[in-house]
């Protein structure tokens, strides 16, 4: 199994980003595929999260508003679409797979951990 995140870069305050999670060896229909960042000296923080049956999104409340998770079953891949990106935005992103399959996705007890890509907002 192998979670592959990439799309950080650095933007400017307000701009926007597309990250990518490319996901093989498991499929997007039997797990759920949940986001993450970490700042600088801060403990890894759930952002969003998709769940594997329906595809139902989940916000934390520093993405409501700004951010949509989105997935692409053929792709085997699951998107975050950030804009108004603010400075405090600014961390390592992760995404990590679930194989709970209830109504809800979660940002614990993981299965599966990808690498990070770098977010930097700035001016």
């Known amino acids: 199994v192998q979670l592959q995140a990439s799309g950080g870069g650095s933007v400017q305050p307000g701009g926007s980003l597309r990250l990518s999670c490319e996901v093989s060896g498991l499929s997007l229909r039997h797990y759920a595929i949940a986001w993450y960042h970490q700042a600088p000296g801060k403990e890894r923080e759930g952002v969003s999260c998709i769940t594997a049956i329906g595809g139902s999104p989940y916000y934390t409340e520093s993405a409501k508003g700004r951010f949509t998770i989105s997935r692409d079953i053929a792709k085997n891949t699951v998107y975050l679409q950030m804009n108004s990106l603010k400075p405090e935005d600014t961390a390592v992103y992760y995404c990590?797979?679930?194989?709970?399959?209830?109504?809800?996705?979660?940002?614990?007890?993981?299965?599966?951990w990808g690498n990070g890509t770098q977010v930097t907002v700035s001016s």
């Open positions: 990590a797979a679930d194989q709970r399959l209830g109504p809800r996705c979660y940002y614990y007890n993981m299965d599966y």
